[in-house]
């Protein structure tokens, strides 16, 4: 028998909540759960559960100060770490699950569980820097994923693909001098954040391993 595709799906991911009217809304995720548990669709992924991600490897990405940042913010109403980014009292709990549980489809994928694996996970991440919020995103997720798979499994060769409206400003950053991790991102230009120029190829060791194909309105 093939092995099945796994995926990380929690009800906690909903707990992060920008407020009403916010574009990155629990209910994005919370459709897709309706639709996973069709009758013509449940049961046909692996569940890989989540755990949350320690201080050590978000800081892989991130800076000490920038973490603290963040848990600073728990239990707290409301705070807006930049004027697109803002917290409720849970979201630093479920931005670390959002790491943990992406670390752990990783682990999963590599010990063969899964042949593959969706992190149907939130906050998103590609826009956060080391020392800042920015575009929604607290914790830079898949630039801590390729961390991981490279300490942890000792991977040499990774592929970040990023298929969005926005370019990822804060995973291209993190990699551009690094030709351990390719870097490719489509994604409408020129918009939000106002970076992912064909022009930017990466630097140093990096050079090459940054590739982006910004598109027009409407492509």
Not at 25 to 45: N, V
Not at 99 to 104: D, S, Y
Request: proline residues 5%.
């Amino acid at each position: 028998m093939s092995r099945k595709t796994g995926i990380v799906k929690d009800q906690r991911y909903l707990r992060h909540d920008a407020g009403f009217g916010h574009p990155e809304s629990p209910q994005r995720l919370g459709a897709t759960h309706t639709m996973l548990e069709a009758p013509d669709i449940a049961g046909q992924f692996i569940e890989i559960e989540p755990r949350y991600a320690s201080h050590e490897e978000i800081g892989m990405i991130h800076s000490a100060s920038y973490i603290n940042l963040v848990a600073s913010t728990a239990g707290r109403s409301y705070v807006a770490l930049d004027p697109d980014t803002a917290t409720t009292p849970e979201s630093y709990d479920v931005a670390k699950l959002a790491v943990g549980g992406l670390c752990n489809a990783i682990d999963s994928i590599v010990s063969g569980e899964v042949a593959n694996a969706f992190a149907l996970v939130r906050p998103p991440g590609h826009h956060a820097g080391v020392s800042n919020a920015a575009g929604f995103c607290l914790f830079n997720n898949v630039a801590i994923g390729a961390k991981h798979a490279i300490s942890k499994h000792k991977m040499n060769k990774i592929l970040i693909v990023d298929w969005d409206l926005h370019h990822g400003n804060g995973t291209q950053a993190q990699f551009y001098d690094d030709r351990s991790v390719l870097y490719f991102s489509t994604h409408q230009y020129p918009y939000y954040p106002g970076t992912g120029a064909v022009e930017e190829i990466g630097r140093g060791d990096g050079l090459g391993y940054n590739v982006n194909v910004p598109l027009r309105p409407g492509t």
